[in-house]
């Protein structure tokens, strides 16, 4: 499951300027990784799995708790916060510069910030954020499931998968379009469209790439159907 503030901006009618703390949203997701060796690939198409998620999993838990069918609830409380996780953004940048910062960050323990009596619904729990200008992750888990070392392990491979990424990101020149950001159809892939923009035919960079409208398909079915055709000449 992933686990959201709750507080973007989704609706013109709806202002959240002066209200104070967070909306929760939590909502299940599944990632479908394909095995593929190009790491540039598998990014583009988890972004867009992420992106496709309408209004960042809000209509989830209107659903599950309120919709008038108890069809439409049963099926959406099948169980799914085993894993949760939870990025909560950079806080560098909501305290503002640190020359003009009139509170910050201590670096002494709060304490238990939940009650120990508390039952958590998760099996495995991670939370992110930047503070600092440093990435920081925290590891919560049930022991009565997992040891110990077995969260190192996986915590560790995490942060070797994380730092893969971060080298690949570095590497590239610059940003890399994928298929939500210029609207095109999920028949399209993202290997299809990276092969496309890296073809000789567009040596210049590609700025946008627009659907075909319905005359457009005509003249291009017509074109590949029966070179030579007639079909949609126009005589001026």
């Known amino acids: 499951g992933l686990e959201g503030h709750g507080r973007e901006e989704l609706f013109e009618a709806v202002d959240i300027n002066r209200t104070i703390g967070w909306f929760t949203s939590l909502y299940p997701v599944s990632l479908a990784a394909k095995e593929t060796e190009d790491l540039g690939l598998l990014i583009s198409e988890t972004k867009d799995m992420l992106r496709?998620?309408?209004?960042?999993?809000?209509?989830?838990?209107i659903l599950r708790h309120l919709s008038p069918s108890e069809e439409v609830r049963s099926i959406l409380?099948?169980?799914?916060?085993?894993?949760?996780?939870?990025?909560?953004?950079?806080?560098?940048?909501?305290?503002?510069?640190?020359?003009?910062?009139?509170?910050?960050?201590?670096?002494?323990?709060?304490?238990?910030?939940?009650?120990?009596?508390?039952?958590?619904?998760?099996?495995?729990?991670?939370?992110?954020?930047?503070?600092?200008?440093?990435?920081?992750?925290?590891?919560?888990?049930?022991?009565?499931?997992?040891?110990?070392?077995?969260?190192?392990?996986?915590?560790?491979?995490?942060?070797?998968?994380?730092?893969?990424?971060?080298?690949?990101?570095k590497a590239e020149r610059g940003s890399t379009k994928t298929l939500v950001d210029y609207g095109l159809p999920v028949s399209v892939t993202n290997r299809k469209l990276q092969s496309f923009k890296s073809s000789g035919v567009h040596k210049?960079?590609?700025?946008?790439?627009?659907?075909?409208?319905?005359?457009?398909?005509?003249?291009?079915?017509?074109s590949i159907y029966e070179e030579g055709t007639s079909a949609y000449s126009v005589q001026l």
Do not use: A
């Open 52 to 61: 496709s998620i309408p209004n960042k999993g809000l209509g989830y838990g």
């Open 77 to 169: 409380s099948v169980p799914y916060e085993d894993i949760v996780f939870n990025y909560l953004g950079s806080f560098d940048n909501s305290l503002g510069k640190e020359e003009d910062r009139i509170i910050g960050f201590s670096s002494e323990s709060t304490g238990h910030s939940v009650s120990l009596k508390n039952t958590n619904p998760n099996q495995i729990s991670i939370s992110g954020m930047i503070v600092g200008d440093r990435l920081e992750f925290s590891w919560k888990y049930n022991s009565n499931q997992f040891k110990g070392e077995t969260i190192e392990r996986l915590s560790s491979l995490y942060i070797n998968t994380l730092e893969s990424i971060i080298t690949h990101c």
């Open 204 to 222: 210049s960079r590609i700025e946008d790439i627009y659907v075909l409208s319905p005359l457009q398909e005509g003249l291009l079915f017509h």
